[in-house]
């Protein structure tokens, strides 16, 4: 089975400041992991992913993600926040088609950008 | 990536009737998912589209309530049935990707009067 734990539902930074968000999971198989971000009223558009390989990995919009096997997270950051990273952002883990290709979602972490 | 519409984008609708919501991508695609999203909340998996068979649904989520078409590799529909105020909620569809992300859909926005 799987899970994912976001911790802090809400995030609040100073534009220009580091953003991080963070994110452990639990698997039984190599897990794939998935960023997606949320603005209102839209769908959610994926940020980034690890597959396997490099655990560092970069993403759109000035984000990157590191896979840390032993410490099962996958934390979000950005070096310098923006206004427009104001929203809601979702971690998520699959175990692939061994789960049919199943997403499960963590509850979300909003985050606000203060100018 | 794939790029994915959904029609309705909102829809206001009366409690006992029904509502199909239509969702398109612009590539063939395996595997296509239904989620419902309450306001602040978190996606919840409604069921899982395969063309060619019988939609697999969530546990909490029945066929009859939530009857799923896949006619083929780049269409789906999603049918909210005998719909109650509990069911406003924001219906989202995606699709599978390569490496095992989803593509999603901007989201249908349900409000039950």
């Known amino acids: 089975a799987q899970s994912v734990t976001q911790l802090g539902s809400h995030v609040s930074v100073s534009e220009g400041a580091l953003v991080l968000l963070r994110c452990n999971y639990s698997?039984?198989?190599?897990?794939?992991l998935f960023w997606y971000v949320q603005y209102p009223n839209q769908g959610l558009q994926l940020l980034l992913k690890?597959?396997?390989?490099?655990?560092l990995v970069k993403g759109i919009n000035g984000f990157e993600a590191e896979f840390k096997k032993s410490e099962t997270s996958f934390h979000l950051t950005k070096p310098s926040a923006h206004m427009s990273d104001a929203a809601e952002y979702f971690c998520a883990v699959s175990a692939g088609y061994n789960q049919g290709g199943k997403l499960i979602f963590g509850q979300g972490t909003e985050l606000s950008v203060k100018p | 990536s794939a790029v994915i519409s959904q029609k309705p984008s909102r829809d206001i609708c009366q409690r006992g009737t029904s509502l199909t919501i239509q969702c398109q991508v612009d590539?063939?695609?395996?595997?296509m998912f239904w989620y419902r999203q309450q306001p602040g909340q978190s996606l919840t998996l409604i069921a899982t589209a395969n063309q060619g068979s019988e939609a697999t649904y969530e546990s909490g989520f029945v066929i009859d309530k939530f009857p799923i078409s896949r006619p083929n590799l780049t269409f789906s529909t999603l049918t909210v049935s005998n719909m109650s105020p509990e069911d406003s909620s924001i219906y989202l569809c995606s699709a599978l990707g390569d490496s095992y992300e989803q593509y999603f859909g901007p989201g249908t926005r349900l409000t039950v009067t």
């Open positions: 590539s063939q695609v395996t595997m």
């Open positions: 698997s039984s198989v190599p897990p794939y």
């Open positions: 690890y597959t396997t390989g490099a655990t």
